[in-house]
């Protein structure tokens, strides 16, 4: 199962490769240079696969969890002072994204949205300490009442050049379903109240929608 946001880029993809193969076919003679050459281009498009897949996960909504936004590794979680929509100390868990893992955003709670904002920026590798800060992202602030509201971040990073972002003001939500996408993947930040229960260490890895972040 593909996502939504990869349909046009795979047809572009399997016309590009048939033509390569084709091209190859004809103009390559050596048989181990036609070969390789036809596994590069094989690779390529397994690769394209993988960034737009999207395993359908369904779980058992639970308003007291939390869950991970994105598929990927816990690469931070720290106190820190959100200047963006709180503006006072928050939990922040950052979850980075490979080129091979799953790129969909997923919503981490169910409730309602109350905040999403675009910011136009740069592409600095998702790593950069204030990647955060100055690429390009999206801002979401989901509501309800255990948790009361939560914030996270899609952040594009040095390959990632378009953020997809489906949160609307106002709309209630699903726990776990497809809250947006980003093209060929960066990090995400999730900014929890002080008082949640962090249920993950670092440098651990999780899953989208099915990985609990944190518990209240």
């Given at each position: 199962?593909?996502?939504?946001?990869?349909?046009?880029?795979i047809?572009?993809t399997?016309?590009?490769v048939?033509?390569?193969?084709?091209?190859?076919?004809?103009?390559?003679?050596?048989?181990?240079?036609r070969?390789?050459?036809?596994?590069?281009?094989?690779?390529?498009?397994?690769?394209?696969?993988?960034?737009?897949?999207n395993?359908?996960?369904?779980?058992?909504?639970?308003?007291h969890?939390?869950?991970?936004?994105?598929?990927?590794?816990v690469?931070?979680?720290?106190?820190?002072?959100?200047?963006?929509?709180?503006?006072?100390?928050?939990?922040?868990?950052?979850?980075?994204?490979?080129?091979?893992?799953?790129?969909?955003?997923?919503y981490?709670?169910?409730?309602?949205?109350?905040?999403?904002?675009?910011?136009?920026?740069?592409?600095?590798?998702?790593?950069?300490?204030?990647?955060s800060?100055?690429?390009?992202?999206?801002?979401?602030?989901?509501?309800?009442?255990?948790?009361?509201k939560?914030?996270y971040?899609?952040?594009?990073?040095?390959?990632?050049?378009r953020?997809?972002?489906y949160?609307?003001v106002?709309?209630?939500?699903?726990?776990?379903?497809d809250?947006?996408?980003?093209?060929?993947?960066s990090?995400?930040d999730?900014?929890?109240?002080?008082?949640?229960?962090?249920?993950?260490?670092?440098?651990?890895?999780?899953?989208?929608?099915v990985?609990?972040?944190?518990?209240?």
């Amino acid at each position: 199962m593909f996502h939504k946001e990869g349909h046009k880029i795979i047809m572009i993809t399997i016309a590009v490769v048939v033509l390569a193969i084709l091209c190859i076919d004809y103009f390559i003679s050596m048989e181990w240079l036609r070969t390789s050459l036809m596994l590069v281009v094989i690779a390529f498009f397994v690769i394209i696969l993988q960034f737009f897949r999207n395993p359908k996960r369904i779980g058992t909504p639970n308003e007291h969890h939390a869950l991970s936004p994105v598929d990927g590794k816990v690469v931070v979680i720290e106190e820190v002072f959100e200047k963006e929509y709180f503006k006072d100390k928050r939990i922040q868990v950052s979850v980075f994204m490979s080129p091979i893992n799953v790129h969909v955003t997923r919503y981490p709670i169910g409730g309602n949205v109350v905040f999403s904002k675009y910011h136009p920026g740069k592409y600095l590798v998702a790593w950069h300490p204030k990647a955060s800060e100055e690429n390009e992202r999206t801002t979401v602030v989901v509501e309800n009442k255990p948790f009361g509201k939560i914030l996270y971040r899609q952040i594009a990073g040095a390959l990632a050049k378009r953020i997809v972002n489906y949160a609307v003001v106002d709309a209630p939500i699903k726990q776990g379903a497809d809250s947006g996408f980003i093209k060929f993947g960066s990090r995400v930040d999730l900014f929890l109240p002080l008082d949640a229960k962090i249920k993950v260490a670092l440098n651990q890895k999780v899953k989208g929608g099915v990985s609990v972040i944190a518990e209240k």
